[in-house]
C-alpha cells in the first residue's frame, strides 16, 4: 500500500485566513481524495484531484473556498480559504492504488479556527 | 435515506465475545464494499474488502455481503480491548467511482 505524508497534523487559525494542506505519496498515483470529517460525522469527499486537469468538486464544496492543486503523480494541496469556525474538522488526503483495495489515507490535519 | 447507514453505537461488547457490526446501503449498483478501523485521532485503516455476495475471512474477522438484502457485516471473533474503535462501512460503485462512507460504528470491547 502507498505512504502517505500529509502536513501539517494540526493548527489553530484565525477566522478570514487560509491553510494548505500538503500531501506527499510515495508512488505515483493517478487520483487523490480530499475528505472532510467534522465531529461526529462520517468522511465527506470534498473533491477528486487528477494530475493535469482540474479537481471535480462535490456537491456543497467550491473551488473559491476549497482551491486543489495536483502538479505531478505523488503530490496535492487543498487551501481552505476565508476560514470560519464551521470550516474546524478533519481533513484527510487518500489515494487508491488498486480499485479493489480500498483507499489508503493519510494521517489528517486538524483544524480549528478561532 | 442515506446513502450508506450504520448504528452509530456505542456497541459494547465482552473481551473473547463476537463484535457483530452492520451496515445497509440504498445503491444497488454497488460493486465493492469495505470495513476501515479508525482509533480516536487517528485515520481510518482498510481492514476487509468484499465483492462477492456470501462471506470472506481474514483471520479474527468475517466480511459477509448480501447483494439482495443490500447488507454488509463484519464479525470480530475473541474481541479484545484493542478492537476498540470506530468502524466504518463503506461502499463504492465500481471502477474509479467514489467511495461512500457510513458514520461508523463505535466499538467497546470490554476486558
Known amino acids: 500500500s502507498a505512504v502517505i505524508s500529509q502536513k501539517p497534523s494540526r493548527d489553530i487559525c484565525q477566522r478570514g485566513t487560509s491553510l494548505t494542506i500538503q500531501c506527499q505519496v510515495d508512488?505515483?498515483?493517478?487520483?487523490m481524495f480530499w475528505y472532510r470529517q467534522q465531529p461526529g460525522q462520517s468522511l465527506t469527499l470534498i473533491a477528486t484531484a487528477n494530475q493535469g486537469s482540474e479537481a471535480t468538486y462535490e456537491s456543497g464544496f467550491v473551488i473559491d473556498k476549497f482551491p486543489i492543486s495536483r502538479p505531478n503523480l505523488t503530490f496535492s494541496t487543498l487551501t481552505v480559504s476565508n476560514m470560519s469556525p464551521e470550516d474546524s474538522s478533519i481533513y484527510l488526503c487518500s489515494v487508491d492504488l488498486h480499485v479493489e483495495s480500498g483507499y489508503t489515507f493519510g494521517s489528517g490535519t486538524r483544524l480549528t479556527v478561532v | 435515506q442515506k446513502e450508506v447507514e450504520q448504528n452509530s453505537g456505542p456497541l459494547s461488547v465482552p473481551e473473547g465475545a463476537i463484535a457483530s457490526l452492520n451496515c445497509t446501503y440504498s445503491d444497488r449498483g454497488s460493486q465493492s464494499f469495505f470495513w476501515y478501523r479508525q482509533y480516536s485521532g487517528k485515520s481510518p485503516e482498510l481492514i476487509m474488502f468484499i465483492y462477492s455476495n456470501g462471506d470472506k475471512e481474514d483471520g479474527r474477522f468475517t466480511a459477509q455481503l448480501n447483494k439482495a438484502s443490500q447488507y454488509v457485516s463484519l464479525l470480530i471473533r475473541d474481541s479484545q480491548p484493542s478492537d476498540s474503535a470506530t468502524y466504518l462501512c463503506?461502499?463504492?460503485?465500481?471502477?474509479?467511482?467514489?467511495?461512500?462512507f457510513g458514520i461508523g460504528t463505535k466499538l467497546q470491547v470490554i476486558p
Open positions: 508512488s505515483q498515483v493517478t487520483m
Open positions: 463503506a461502499v463504492n460503485k465500481g471502477g474509479y467511482q467514489k467511495v461512500t
